[in-house]
């Protein structure tokens, strides 16, 4: 029983001791600070993939758009029909909202960071226009008929409605 009390008396003296108070206080403060650096850096690494996404959205759409203006130089043909200007709405509406979305966090992100906004890009080289219809276009002559197609190697059977059938036959 002596061991216990003399134990018990260590444990008391180091617990209610000035020392382990201060000692308790400077870990939480310190562990606190760790902790909140931590989540900071955090933030900012997360603010800084926000930029380094945004880049490289912003160099993929230029080396897409200067592919395009190239790609439509060399061929220099108009859409004729309605659809795909209809998706080339629809793409540059998804496009606007994508964006208008993002510009504000970006903002935030980069202003997190301290990286100034970068310089507006310039603007894509505008297509040609397609050229002009002629006023009085040459009349095309018609086309020619279209011929019948040829018989089928199938030879057909006549079937002879007339022919009387006995159900009777075929049943048993």
Same mark, same amino acid.
């Given at each position: $029983?002596?061991? *216990? ?6 444990? %008391?003296?180091?617990?209610? /001791? ?12 310190? =562990? ?5 650096? *931590? ?11 926000? *930029?380094?996404?945004?880049?490289? !959205? ?12 190239? !790609?439509?130089?060399? %061929?220099?043909? /108009? ?6 200007? %209809?998706?080339? /709405? =629809? ?12 510009? !504000? ?10 990286? &100034? ?21 040459? $009349? %095309?002559?018609?086309?020619? &008929?279209?011929?019948?197609? &040829? &018989? ?10 007339? *022919? ?9």
């Amino acid at each position: $029983m002596d061991k *216990v009390k003399e134990q018990a008396n260590i444990v %008391s003296q180091l617990l209610f /001791s000035a020392d382990t108070g201060q000692i308790y206080r400077k870990t939480l403060t310190r =562990t606190w600070d760790i902790l909140r650096e *931590v989540g900071i850096l955090l933030w900012l690494i997360i603010c800084l993939t926000f *930029v380094g996404g945004e880049w490289f !959205y912003r160099t993929a759409v230029g080396l897409g758009r200067s592919t395009r203006a190239w !790609y439509i130089g060399l %061929s220099e043909k /108009s859409p004729s029909s309605e659809e795909p200007q %209809s998706i080339a /709405s =629809t793409g540059q509406a998804l496009l606007d909202t994508v964006q208008s979305g993002t510009a !504000y966090l970006l903002s935030q992100a980069r202003q997190q960071l301290g990286i &100034p906004e970068p310089e507006p890009a310039p603007p894509a080289p505008a297509a040609a226009p397609p050229a002009p219809l002629d006023p009085a276009p040459e $009349m %095309s002559p018609p086309p020619a &008929p279209v011929a019948a197609p &040829p &018989p089928s190697p199938v030879a057909e059977v006549p079937v002879d409605d007339e *022919v009387p059938v006995d159900d009777e036959d075929e049943l048993a």
